[in-house]
């Protein structure tokens, strides 16, 4: 089992291109989640997926957009991307109170 | 606010001696709690955890203690070792976090043992 998945690895983004994060679990778990590390700040939640078909805001939901195309599949979208949209982004996935983390993709948007 | 908070942002310590990394809460609805583990350039792992209906969990060398009355948590570490050297972040969750699955993380603490 590869566990939860994440492309790219790295991305330098100009300032106003667009881009989307892959995601992928293989643990069948229903709940899946969009996180960013910021130095000092620990992990903040952008986005979450309780269940297939379902889609909610977390603490900071803005200039994002989320897709759960499937129960395995949730994707995080920048539309514009901003240089404070910066940072490290963790995706994740559960059944229960545990979350299993993805590898991060490292985001610099210049 | 930070509802769940590291004050610590780092924590240096002898190998073969115990780390301690603490952690506070304000709300008093969490009801789980849990620690993670995060090397650079990987994804935060699962360490250990804790329900409110306890105040103590442990597992091999690692221990959790939780201060209800306090709103207090802490993580020990005995023996430290070199391969501990890493990021801890705790969490927590319940209806204090308006979701049973949803995890509120603290700032996290860096860990060094020192060989």
């Known amino acids: 089992n590869a566990g939860v998945t994440q492309t790219p690895k790295f991305q330098v983004l100009k300032t106003g291109q667009s881009m989307t994060l892959q995601c992928a679990q293989d643990m069948n778990h229903n709940s899946m989640y969009w996180y960013r590390q910021d130095p000092g700040m620990g992990l903040r939640l952008i986005y979450y997926s309780a269940s297939e078909g379902t889609t909610d805001k977390g603490e900071v939901p803005n200039g994002y957009n989320v897709s759960r195309l499937n129960k395995r599949e949730f994707s995080l979208r920048l539309e514009s991307a901003a240089p404070s949209q910066t940072s490290v982004y963790f995706c994740?996935?559960?059944?229960?109170?545990?979350?299993?983390f993805g590898p991060g993709t490292r985001l610099t948007v210049t | 606010d930070q509802q769940v908070k590291q004050n610590s942002p780092s924590l240096s310590v002898q190998e073969g001696r115990i780390s301690i990394l603490n952690c506070d809460y304000t709300?008093?609805?969490?009801?789980?709690f849990l620690w993670y583990k995060k090397y650079p350039a990987e994804g935060p792992t699962f360490l250990i955890s804790i329900s409110s209906i306890k105040d103590k969990n442990e597992d091999g060398r690692f221990t959790v203690f939780l201060n209800k009355s306090a709103k207090h948590l802490s993580l020990h570490i005995v023996p430290s070792q070199p391969g501990d050297s890493a990021v801890y972040f705790c969490?927590?969750?319940?209806?204090?976090?308006?979701?049973?699955?949803?995890?509120?993380f603290g700032q996290g603490t860096t860990l060094q043992v020192k060989p």
């Open positions: 994740a996935s559960s059944e229960g109170y545990e979350q299993y």
């Open positions: 969490a927590a969750s319940g209806s204090g976090s308006g979701n049973t699955g949803k995890l509120i």
């Open positions: 709300n008093s609805m969490f009801d789980y």
